[in-house]
């Protein structure tokens, strides 16, 4: 008999059928607070957590039998705080184990749920209580097979490393976890970093793996993890990052009840804008291990490239072995650190091997590394300056703040600073530094001998006030360029808005003491400089033949200078250099010229007054000795102007002035000099002036004498004397008065005579 044309046959499928779909679709209809009443009072007797349900809660047999809720919350174990709600939540159960009275759950599928979850200090997660191995008695266990979010919000707090994050709306699902080869992963959603309504970062997350949970070791072991963060969205304003690619790929090996990272390995690359800057790094973690008490990552390295006009920085570390512990402090006994940093300009390596402790996951310290390093910069290019330092270091990631102390050797002398950033973007500098001695010399170029060592029409480089923020002091013991010596070499310097002040700067130059100040202005058209400094009781030859390579003056001097000038060359300063400049040498000598010697030739050698005159030869021996020298210059346009140079000294009295053209290296001056009366072999030329030309460059002038002036003075006060003697007297109360004045005009004429005859 076939059954398939049976007619009771049919009607008693047609039954079961009826039954089956009244069994599988009747609880949607109905409610079941039988069943709510029990997983609230079982949870909360196995887990602690109190489970509070407001809506609905329905019971399904088929096809598989499960429990749907709606209006769910779950609180922490022991404690009303909510550890997650959702709109609804699907709870599937064991057929065998339901048979024998016990709720197995395999698969738990949520829709829009909230949950916060909580890495604590000691590794552990606030939802392990839920994945643990059911105890003898207990009705309630996870045999977990599927866990599904959808359109799900976690908060993560790591308590482990002092992060949080947010993440969603997200789609979370890992299946077929009790399949020992087809486990996987999927998760597709948004991260975000920090407040929602400002927050730090955001972006879109994706990740893939394929998982194997072994039932007997009860590890679950994440294959081909592949996990990828794109940016999503602006970031906080001051953070400034934009275009960032997070990829992170590997394997992990977890332990099952309690769930803890037990293995693995994993490599970070990731690429990114922040302002101008270009980054990219790499970070490569060959061995992880995670036990209840302890983090370790082992063979760390990592790699980090920062390009920006024209600047590149790299930096690499390598970490043999990282430790965290419970308080979450990670630490490493022997981390070794290099920095690379190249500008157009200059060149800066360095090389740390330190300890390393990072707590919270943003702040890292290395107490007493070791460092050595070099700097080079093209206006030294005679070699890279040597460093050795030994110090503390902390980088705070969170507030963006570099702090580094230091003490050792800076180019074989003694140094110690300390040196602080702010803001990544924008940096701030705060600094000191007090070195014991510079010695520039052996790097600067090499100077054929007569040459020019700068080019005065080479633009300087200011590009670095455009961004520039610093304030801080500098001391230099000894300050050495090439035959400059300066000591005792003292300045605050403060730079903002592409602006530098160097206010007080002070320095022992040459035996005296500079003290003043510097003011740069960048921000306009042209760069705007003024000087202001006083030197008090300085040796004006040593300067002068160290700086100018010179030695025309001998004495200690005093000068008072304001200047200011606009430009972005040397030769635009020379040209445009205005001011007041005034000068005072005390018991001192114009070398090359002896006008002591002159005038006593001019007394005793008439013969040398026949003809115009001639330069005479120099002769660095030769000296005019003064016991004071006075003199005020006006600079405009890098033109010095004098009129009231007053030299005094034993035998004569120099007055002069005239022009100095600093744009051209060129002198157009006039002395006169007048002798002294109380030297008697110079009562011949008492009232006479001995005119003195000065001309050619600044560093080698010539010095013309301007006998024939002379002689026609002569000559005029011999005839007028001759007028005098001629002229008879007209009034008697008139003549004693030039009777005394003609003895001594002849008393000033008989010396002369009496020179020129010998």
């Not at 803890?260 to 804008?273: A, I, N, S, V």
Request: glycine share 8%; with cysteine; hydrophobic share 40%.
């Amino acid at each position: 008999m076939d059954l398939r044309h049976s007619r009771p046959f049919r009607i008693c499928l047609l039954l079961v059928a009826m039954l089956a779909a009244i069994a599988g679709i009747g609880p949607y209809f109905f409610e079941a607070d039988w069943a709510r009443d029990l997983l609230t009072t079982q949870l909360k007797r196995d887990t602690g957590r109190t489970l509070a349900i407001r809506g609905q809660t329905r019971v399904v047999l088929l096809p598989r039998p499960a429990v749907l809720l709606t209006d769910v919350t779950l609180s922490e174990p022991d404690h009303p705080d909510i550890f997650a709600k959702t709109d609804s939540v699907k709870v599937t159960l064991g057929m065998w184990p339901l048979l024998s009275g016990r709720f197995a759950i395999e698969a738990i599928d949520f829709e829009k749920p909230q949950m916060l979850v909580e890495h604590r200090s000691d590794g552990s997660y606030n939802f392990e209580d839920l994945l643990q191995k059911h105890q003898p008695g207990n009705k309630l266990q996870f045999d977990l097979n599927r866990l599904r979010f959808h359109e799900a919000r976690f908060d993560y707090r790591d308590a482990f490393l002092g992060e949080s994050a947010r993440l969603g709306p997200l789609d979370f699902t890992m299946d077929n976890l009790a399949d020992p080869k087809n486990g996987s992963l999927d998760v597709d959603g948004k991260v975000m970093i920090g407040p929602e309504k400002s927050p730090l970062w955001q972006g879109r997350i994706k990740a893939g793996a394929a998982m194997r949970y072994h039932q007997n070791q009860r590890n679950l072991l994440v294959n081909d993890l592949l996990v990828t963060l794109t940016q999503d969205g602006d970031s906080r304003p001051g953070v400034n990052v934009h275009g960032v690619e997070v990829q992170i790929a590997g394997n992990l090996v977890y332990g099952w009840q309690p769930l803890r990272l037990t293995g693995g390995e994993l490599k970070l690359t990731g690429k990114g804008t922040r302002a101008d800057q270009q980054w990219q790094g790499e970070l490569n973690v060959p061995e992880i291990k995670l036990t209840e008490n302890q983090l370790g990552l082992y063979q760390l390295k990592l790699g980090l490239t920062m390009q920006s006009q024209g600047v590149r920085f790299n930096t690499g570390i390598a970490i043999p072995s990282l430790t965290a512990t419970q308080q979450g402090t990670m630490h490493a006994d022997d981390a070794i650190l290099n920095v690379y940093l190249k500008s157009p300009k200059q060149t800066l390596s360095l090389d740390f091997k330190s300890p390393l402790e990072l707590h919270g996951g943003t702040v890292a310290r290395l107490p007493g590394y070791k460092l050595t390093g070099q700097y080079s910069n093209t206006a030294l290019p005679r070699g890279a300056i040597p460093l050795t330092l030994s110090g503390d270091a902390m980088l705070d990631l969170r507030n963006e703040s570099l702090q580094v102390g230091s003490h050792g050797n800076f180019d074989q002398a003694p140094l110690t600073s300390h040196f602080d950033l702010d803001d990544f973007v924008k940096p701030r500098y705060r600094f000191q530094f007090d070195l014991a001695k510079l010695d520039l010399s052996p790097y600067l170029p090499v100077v054929a001998e007569g040459a020019k060592a700068v080019n005065i029409d080479a633009p300087l480089d200011l590009g670095l006030l455009d961004t520039l923020n610093a304030e801080g002091e500098l001391r230099i013991g000894e300050l050495v360029l090439q035959k400059l010596h300066i000591d005792k070499l003292s300045m605050k310097l403060v730079a903002a808005d592409k602006k530098l002040t160097l206010n007080p700067l002070s320095a022992t130059l040459y035996e005296g003491q500079l003290d003043g100040k510097l003011e740069l202005d960048a921000s306009g058209k042209k760069p705007a400089w003024r000087i202001t400094q006083k030197l008090s009781d300085m040796n004006v030859n040593t300067l002068l033949a160290d700086v100018l390579d010179t030695s025309r003056f001998e004495g200690r001097g005093h000068l008072d200078l304001d200047i200011a000038a606009t430009g972005d060359k040397l030769s635009d300063l020379k040209r445009t250099a205005g001011g007041d400049v005034r000068v005072l040498l005390n018991k001192g000598a114009i070398r090359g010229i002896d006008i002591e010697a002159l005038l006593r030739a001019a007394s005793q050698q008439l013969k040398a007054m026949q003809g115009d005159g001639a330069a005479p030869s120099f002769n660095l021996d030769a000296r005019t000795r003064f016991s004071e020298l006075k003199a005020t210059m006006q600079l405009k346009h890098g033109v010095a102007t004098n009129n009231d140079l007053a030299v005094t000294a034993g035998v004569l009295q120099l007055k002069g002035g005239g022009v100095l053209d600093l744009a051209n290296g060129s002198i157009d001056y006039k002395l006169a000099a007048n002798a002294n009366p109380k030297v008697p072999e110079l009562q011949g030329l008492l009232g006479l002036v001995l005119p003195i030309q000065l001309g050619g460059t600044l560093a080698t002038p010539e010095y013309k004498i301007d006998y024939a002036s002379l002689k026609d003075q002569i000559i005029a006060r011999q005839k007028a004397e001759q007028t005098k003697a001629s002229t008879p007297a007209k009034a008697a109360p008139r003549a004693p008065a030039k009777t005394g004045k003609a003895p001594a005009a002849k008393a000033a004429t008989r010396p002369a005579a009496k020179h020129k005859k010998s």
